[in-house]
């Protein structure tokens, strides 16, 4: 039990480091795809938590809320700890919700040998539009965002993080493919 408690740790630590360095690189290199505050037309850190997501499962969930504790009050400037402890959450267990309830809906097993390359696609877009749903709801509901902007900004967010996690998880595939070529 004791080891299983220091893996576990080590995701949730590991993915909160990924995310908040994945995060602040994407802030860093390609601030022009910013649409609005936490919406980009393709974000790239979100196929990074996506495979963390994948990987890690709950505990690289908790590892994304804990970082987004810290990216919160930088992207919005809230300093609320109230809010931080809303969208905090959210940023980990949104998006893994949605990637769990799309592998349900479309029958992929969450087992990542059991991938075929017709899941990635429909992964990428269902957890971009779950995220998208779940973040710009709460934004609306906390006053992040006005409600007329919800539908625009909806779009956006699932459109980047659509193609922000599906660029990234093939090119992973594609790496990970090319390295087992090269080294067989």
Avoid at 7 to 22: C, F
Avoid at 32 to 39: E, N, Q, R, V
Avoid at 103 to 125: D, E, K, M, Y
Wanted: net charge positive; proline share 6%.
């Amino acid at each position: 039990m004791g080891s299983s408690v220091k893996i576990n740790g080590l995701i949730v630590l590991v993915s909160a480091l990924l995310w908040v360095l994945a995060f602040q690189l994407h802030a860093a290199w390609l601030p022009f795809l910013s649409h609005a505050p936490g919406i980009d037309l393709i974000f790239m850190p979100s196929g990074v938590r996506l495979l963390l997501l994948m990987i890690g499962g709950p505990w690289a969930a908790s590892g994304v809320a804990l970082g987004s504790v810290f990216l919160v009050d930088g992207q919005f400037g809230i300093s609320n700890l109230g809010v931080t402890a809303l969208i905090a959450p959210v940023s980990g267990f949104g998006p893994y919700a949605a990637l769990r309830l799309t592998q349900r809906l479309f029958g992929i097993s969450p087992s990542l040998g059991n991938l075929a390359a017709w899941h990635l696609p429909v992964i990428s877009l269902g957890v971009g539009i779950g995220s998208s749903v779940i973040h710009n709801l709460l934004f609306a509901l906390l006053g992040l965002e006005p409600w007329s902007s919800l539908p625009g900004n909806l779009l956006a967010m699932a459109m980047g993080d659509f193609l922000g996690s599906f660029l990234l998880i093939v090119l992973a595939v594609g790496s990970l493919r090319l390295y087992r070529r090269i080294n067989p």
